[in-house]
Each structure stands twice: as structure tokens, then as C-alpha cells.
């Protein structure tokens, strides 16, 4: 049997056992014929549920070009150490977790990973820049910040030309998906970093629910409402049609609003850089804004996409349009009561789009909004070519594949991952599924939306914007108008500084 | 005084509620921790129903217990944080050692000895607790770069030391001036030194209000979080840090998070328990004049 197909039988043999559907006899039958004695022998005395991805696992290793690649260019930096702060994402899990200690092994080059809360890492790489002391030497840029950060980090470009005798062969700059090489890390043509991560907006739904009601993925944003009207009128308040991530003055709330905003045919700024969320195509998104949100369980304006996650994973909504990250934990059958019941669709079509020239800042329109990051090598680095070798291996296809495996089905930036037969193999129900990639892949192609890059955009996205719609909803405006006008005032005001 | 039945029903009820309502949130907390996600997040909530287990502390202590379905990859997976657990007892014990030092010896000056501005020093003392944390923490950050303190024990020990000086100064000063003074001068006529009166007399005779001073350095020390957070990086890290990485970006462990939370109540709880003793005197110590 091929090396692939027997990664795909065995993902077939486990899901079926870890729901319930093999019994373990058939199960370490089945592991037996796939040379995996030792490890149905092993299992034998545990308790229950024996499989452990932890097996899994341990078949997923670098590739030996990779590692012999490393062990060659990592010998003049063997004792090394770096730093790098980060989201607690699923790349940067799984590389501090179970990935590291191969690159660690191979170039002797220790490396220290701080995860954080997002809004704790921008804290600590504004104080490393401020202090240009060089404290972190690779960086986790999310989208919102490349701008703030482009003068800080080396262009990776430059990187890969400069220095050809520590180019990894075959990275291959151009295998990183363009929309996302411009949505995440293009800032007034210098590269922030190579994209790294990409949770994006993709239409998840209760595939189960919707066929209850003779409804399909919808197609379009009237279509979204109307079948969040219909669950929700039918369920009788037992569960709703859709949900959202509007905690007040979080930037939660800032993400809905965008892809609200951009599929009616609006934008944040327009072409002369000024504030527009106030306009027709503006209200327009809030008007339908305001239907939708009464299809949404009680108490959304409290939740950021951890709630908004959780509604959906307890069976409470039906349906929601936001990170397609959480389609792999939906199908986790330990911690979800929805495994097997969902499905996914490209966001549904905007009304009408503004095209990049009609806005401002680079500023991408597409209801697939896009909350990605990206790495790079700080310049204030005391160990830049160590940090340059460690940032090539992450983000090479080999370990985005890995990545990808084991970081339970996160969403790749590099196009020819997505057809690794690795990432092929976990596609079916269960946790860290990969069944849902295809449409992320078409979502990144034709759907997706990208926030603008300007210095202030970090505040104005995590408070000036999120905190003025909070207020809305919050009954603190008597209307979408004067909320937005208020709004746009506050933007100009932060943009004069 | 006579009370009637239901007056006393009356009281042992308010009292029982009142421990309840104190009492609920460390319940809930704790069985969150022993819950799985799907009990965690049940709609209605369940109180009491649901199937305990114990993967969420396997997976912050890195063990596998043979209890459940999973095996935890030892030392590896993305919620072990046994070691940060150690890391705040470090620094928390030695902190509170450090500042009850310190604090003791200040205390006694400033309640004994008789120097140009000792009222103004006690008002200078006070006036450190006034700066906002936040103003201090971005330079500390700097002098602690410089100084290579940065992400050490040494660095955070002395910072929490540093915030809990003043206080304990002025707890302790408080439990001396219940002393009375003239134990001291009878000493001093039989001979003693003033260090022989502090350690032989005074200090034996204010064990309970270093106790309670003690006790207060160390649930500050356990719970700060701005400092922490600052002048870590990935050497070493304090509970309360470490609690806000579970919230990650495709939600927050909150299973995880109630788990390192229950067995971070319990070294503070022995602390407590250790000085039990000298605590309820320590706490009213200084409340009468004489």
C-alpha cells in the first residue's frame, strides 16, 4: 500500500472508531494491517477511546530535505537563541509544541516561542520596537498591523536575494497565495513578512437544520437573512439562525461590520482616504445589519468569535459567516454536538463591491473577510540570519503541510499545500478535519476582504470603530446615522492625530 | 440574650447564604475544570449534572492519568503549565520573604526610633502606592534590560518586592505601634541593645501581624499581572500570565483555564492555613489604641 493511501485508510480506520462505529477488536485489526502492531498491543491495557492523534503524530516528520537543509545551514549558529512572540494560533502551536524540537535538533538553534493573546503581542512588539533593544527577533505581524510594523521588520525578499547561502531551495516565494501575499503582507510596496496564517470568513452551517427547512447554503446576503428568518421563526427561540461576534469595543465587532459593509457595496474609506462608512452602501449594511441580528441568540453583543464560536459548536445557531479556524473544532466530536453535522459554503455574494481603486489605503472589499498574519525578522534582531533560517523553515510548503496536519486543519498561505496528500488525508469528519480547505482556498481566490493598511489602524479597528458600533447597539444613538456620522467624525480625528 | 427559635433559624439561614454566595464561584470554577467543553458550554447550564473528568488537569500537568479516552503528550502540549505553577510559588515566596525583611526592619525604625521627617517618610512610603502601576512598568522595562534582569527570577522577585514594601511598612509599622514602647525601655535599662529588644522582644511579639503582612505579600505577589507581564518573556512566567494564553485565537480553554486556576488556589490556601494561627490576631492587631 502507498505511503498516502495507508495515511488515508488509517484517518478513515480511527474516525470511524473514535465515533463509535468500529469496535476496538476491528480496530487493532485494522491497525495490525497497516503494520501498526505495537501500537494496538500498546493500546490494549488503556481504558477506552484508545486512539490518540498522538500516533498520528508521530508519523508526521519533516521532510529529509528539509532536515539536511538545516543541519547544513544551522551549524555556524548552533547555540543560539530566538525569540518570538505570538497569538496562540494553530501554526504557532503546533510548531512550539510538536515542530521546534526538529529544528531545534537539526541546527542546535534554541528557540523560545511566548504565546500571548493578540492584543498582549502587539503590546509587547510596540515596547520592542520603542526600545529597538531587539528582544524578540521574529515577529508576528497580524494584517492590522502591517503597516505600523513595516519599517521594523526586514523585507523577506531582500532576505532571500541577498544572502543566496542561506536560501532554503526550493521556498519559493511564489507559492504563497497572491491575494494573500497583498491582503496580509504588502505595505506601500515593501513586503511585512511572508503571510503566515489565514483565518478567513467562509459560511459555515448546520447542514442537518438547513435541509429541515428545505434551505441551502445561501448564495447571497438576502439569502443569509432569510434563511436565519426562517430557523429561527421554526425553532421557536430553541435555536437561531445565525450568529455574530459583537462584543462591544472589541475587534470582533470591527470584522462583522466590514463584511457587512463591503458585500453592500461599501468600504471604510474611500479613494481620497476619508471615512465613508457613513454613506448610503453604509446604512444600507446597517439597515440589514439590524435584521439579521434578530435572528441571533440573546446576548451576541457580548460575545467576541470565542461566543460566536461556542453558539454554534452547542447547537444554539444555525449558521454563522466568520473564521473558517473553527470548522476543524466544530467536527471534534469530544468537544462539539455538532461533529458531522456541519458544512461549509463560500461567503454568500455581496449585494454590489467597490473595487480596490474606489477605497483607500489597499483597502480589499469582499464579504470573506480576512484576519491573517504574517512572520518576520525584526531588524532590531541581535541573531537576524538564525531568525531568517527559523522563519524560511516555518513557512516552508514541508512545514505548512505539517502545520496544517497537525494544527488541526488551519488554513495554509501557500497554494501547493492545499494539494498535499497530507492534508488531502484529514479531510473527513473528525477533529482537525481538512474537509473544509477547498472552500477556504476558493473563499482566498474570489471572495476575500482586507482591512487597509495605515498606522492607525490598529486603533482605530480594536477601539475607535468596534467601540462606536458597540454603542449602537447598544441603544446609545438614536440612529445607524448618527452612529456612523459619529463615527466617521472620531476616525478624522484619530487620523490628524 | 434569648433569641427565639426562628430568629436563630433565622441566622444560621442568613449565615449559610452568605457562605454560599461567597462560596458558589469557587464551586462553579472548580467543577469547570473537572468538566468536559460540551458541559462546559450546556445550554441551560447544569449545575451539578455533568460527567466529571480529569483531561483538563492532565493536560496542564502534562500527565496522563489512564482516566480518559486521550494520552497527553508530556511537557508538550500547547496548556502545560505545571512549571509556571513552581514559577509563581518561586517568586511569590521569595518575594514576600524579601519585602517582610525589608518591611520588618522599616517598620520598627519608623515606629521606634525618633529621626528628622519621620512623618513625612511615612507619608512618602504611602505616596509609592499612588503611582499608577502602568506608569512604572514600561521604564522598568528599560532598567531591567540594562541591568540583564530582564525575564529572571531575580527581576521579578525584586519588582514584587518593591510593590508590597509599602504596605507591609505600614501594616507592620501599625502592629509595632501596638507594642507598647515601654517594654522597650524597660529592656534598654536592663541593657539590652536595640537589636537584641527588636529580635528577642518586639518581633516575637508582633509574629501575628508578620503573619497577616505576610500572608497579604503573598496573594499580591500570586495575582499580579501587569509587572508579570512585562518583564517576562519565556523563561519564566507567573500564573495570572499564563491563565490569559488560553484564550487562543479560535476561542478560549476555558476547561484548561478553570483547571490551572483550581490548582493555583492551592498553594495561596496552605500559605494561609500555615499562618492560620497568628492570622485572626495578626488581622485585628493595632485595631485598639491603648
Redesign the interface.
Known amino acids: 500500500m502507498k505511503d498516502d493511501d495507508r495515511k488515508r485508510y488509517l484517518a478513515s480506520v480511527t474516525d470511524r472508531f473514535a465515533k463509535g462505529q468500529m469496535g476496538r477488536r476491528q480496530f487493532l485489526k485494522a491497525s495490525a494491517a497497516l503494520g501498526l502492531a505495537g501500537l494496538g498491543t500498546s493500546m490494549v491495557g488503556?481504558?477506552?477511546?484508545?486512539f490518540?492523534?498522538?500516533y498520528a503524530?508521530d508519523t508526521l516528520k519533516p521532510s529529509e530535505d528539509v532536515m539536511a537543509w538545516l543541519r547544513d545551514v544551522g551549524k555556524p549558529f548552533a547555540g543560539t537563541t530566538l525569540?518570538m512572540?505570538t497569538?496562540?494560533?494553530?501554526p504557532s502551536?503546533a510548531i512550539?509544541?510538536?515542530l521546534k524540537q526538529y529544528f531545534e535538533e537539526a541546527t542546535g538553534i534554541k528557540v523560545?516561542?511566548?504565546?500571548?493573546?493578540?492584543e498582549?503581542v502587539l503590546?509587547?512588539l510596540t515596547?520592542d520596537v520603542a526600545?529597538s533593544?531587539g528582544?524578540?527577533d521574529l515577529y508576528y505581524i497580524d494584517q492590522s498591523w502591517a503597516a505600523s510594523f513595516s519599517r521594523d521588520v526586514f523585507d523577506p525578499r531582500e532576505q532571500y536575494a541577498s544572502n543566496t547561502a542561506l536560501a532554503m531551495p526550493n521556498y519559493n516565494m511564489d507559492d504563497f497565495l497572491p491575494a494573500l501575499v497583498d491582503g496580509i503582507a504588502m505595505y506601500d510596496d515593501v513586503m511585512v513578512g511572508v503571510p503566515y496564517d489565514i483565518?478567513i470568513f467562509i459560511m459555515i452551517y448546520r447542514k442537518d437544520i438547513y435541509e429541515k427547512y428545505g434551505l441551502k447554503a445561501p448564495a447571497d446576503l438576502p439569502e443569509l437573512l432569510s434563511n436565519s428568518e426562517i430557523i429561527t421563526e421554526g425553532e421557536g427561540g430553541a435555536m437561531y439562525g445565525t450568529t455574530g461576534q459583537m462584543k462591544s469595543g472589541h475587534y470582533s465587532l470591527e470584522c462583522d461590520w466590514t463584511a457587512w459593509l463591503w458585500g453592500h457595496g461599501g468600504s471604510i474609506f474611500n479613494a481620497d482616504k476619508k471615512f465613508v462608512g457613513n454613506d448610503d452602501a453604509g446604512l444600507e449594511a446597517m439597515a440589514y445589519w439590524d435584521k439579521l441580528v434578530k435572528t441571533m441568540p440573546a446576548g451576541v453583543n457580548g460575545w467576541t468569535?470565542?461566543g460566536q464560536?461556542?453558539s454554534v459548536?452547542?447547537g444554539?445557531a444555525a449558521s454563522m459567516l466568520s473564521?473558517g479556524?473553527?470548522f476543524p473544532?466544530f467536527d471534534d466530536p469530544?468537544?462539539?454536538?455538532v461533529s458531522g453535522l456541519c458544512d461549509v459554503a463560500v461567503p454568500p455574494k455581496a449585494s454590489s463591491l467597490r473595487n480596490v481603486e474606489q477605497t483607500g489605503f489597499g483597502e480589499i472589499p469582499g464579504v470573506g473577510h480576512q484576519g491573517g498574519s504574517s512572520l518576520a525578522v525584526s531588524r532590531n534582531s541581535k541573531a537576524p540570519d538564525a531568525a531568517w533560517i527559523f522563519m524560511q523553515w516555518a513557512t516552508c510548503a514541508d512545514t505548512q503541510a505539517l502545520i496544517t496536519t497537525l494544527g488541526?486543519g488551519t488554513g495554509p498561505t501557500r497554494a501547493s499545500v492545499y494539494d498535499d496528500p497530507r492534508v488531502l488525508g484529514n479531510a473527513r469528519v473528525g477533529a482537525g478535519t481538512t474537509r473544509h480547505l477547498n472552500v477556504v482556498r476558493e473563499t482566498i481566490a474570489n471572495h476575500m476582504g482586507s482591512e487597509p493598511d495605515l498606522p492607525e489602524w490598529a486603533q482605530l479597528s480594536s477601539d475607535t470603530i468596534p467601540v462606536g458600533l458597540g454603542k449602537y447597539f447598544a441603544g446609545g444613538y438614536g440612529s445607524a446615522k448618527e452612529a456612523m456620522d459619529d463615527i466617521a467624525v472620531q476616525v478624522e480625528a484619530v487620523m490628524k492625530g | 440574650m434569648y433569641q427565639s427559635r426562628a430568629t436563630r433559624l433565622l441566622r444560621t439561614l442568613a449565615g449559610w447564604m452568605v457562605v454560599g454566595i461567597f462560596f458558589f464561584p469557587i464551586y462553579f470554577w472548580t467543577s469547570t475544570a473537572f468538566r468536559s467543553a460540551k458541559d462546559i458550554f450546556n445550554w441551560p447550564p447544569k449545575i451539578f449534572e455533568f460527567t466529571p473528568n480529569l483531561r483538563n488537569f492532565e493536560q496542564v500537568f502534562g500527565v496522563t492519568l489512564g482516566l480518559g479516552p486521550q494520552v497527553v503528550n508530556p511537557g508538550g502540549g500547547n496548556f502545560y503549565m505545571a512549571p509556571r505553577l513552581l514559577d509563581s510559588v518561586i517568586v511569590a515566596t521569595f518575594s514576600t520573604m524579601l519585602a517582610i525583611l525589608v518591611a520588618t526592619v522599616a517598620a520598627y525604625c519608623l515606629s521606634r526610633m525618633q529621626f528628622r521627617g519621620r512623618h513625612h517618610f511615612v507619608n512618602w512610603v504611602l505616596s509609592t502606592r499612588m503611582m499608577p502601576p502602568v506608569a512604572v512598568a514600561i521604564p522598568m522595562f528599560f532598567i531591567f534590560k540594562q541591568f540583564s534582569l530582564l525575564d529572571t527570577f531575580t527581576g521579578l522577585i525584586i519588582v514584587h518586592a518593591l510593590m508590597n514594601l509599602p504596605l507591609a511598612v505600614l501594616l507592620m509599622k501599625s502592629f509595632f505601634d501596638d507594642i507598647p514602647a515601654e517594654i522597650d525601655e524597660s529592656a534598654l535599662i536592663d541593657g539590652a541593645s536595640r537589636w537584641t529588644i527588636f529580635r528577642r522582644i518586639v518581633l516575637p511579639m508582633a509574629k501575628g501581624g508578620i503573619a497577616a503582612s505576610a500572608v497579604l505579600c503573598f496573594i499580591f505577589s500570586w495575582t499580579e499581572f501587569l509587572f508579570a507581564l512585562t518583564l517576562t518573556q519565556t523563561s519564566i512566567k507567573t500564573v495570572p500570565v499564563v491563565s490569559s494564553t488560553f484564550v487562543t485565537s479560535i476561542g478560549t480553554a476555558w476547561g484548561n483555564m478553570a483547571a490551572l486556576g483550581a490548582a493555583a488556589m492551592i498553594p495561596a490556601f496552605i500559605v494561609v492555613l500555615l499562618v492560620q494561627r497568628h492570622l485572626v490576631r495578626g488581622l485585628t492587631m493595632g485595631s485598639l489604641k491603648q
Do not use: C, H, M
Open positions: 488503556r481504558p477506552s477511546g484508545l490518540t492523534p498522538a503524530q525569540k512572540a497569538e496562540s494560533t494553530p502551536n512550539n509544541s510538536q523560545e516561542i511566548e504565546v500571548l493573546p493578540l498582549q503590546q509587547k515596547l526600545s533593544l528582544t524578540y483565518p468569535w470565542d464560536g461556542q459548536a452547542q444554539v473564521w479556524e473553527f473544532y469530544t468537544q462539539t454536538k488541526g
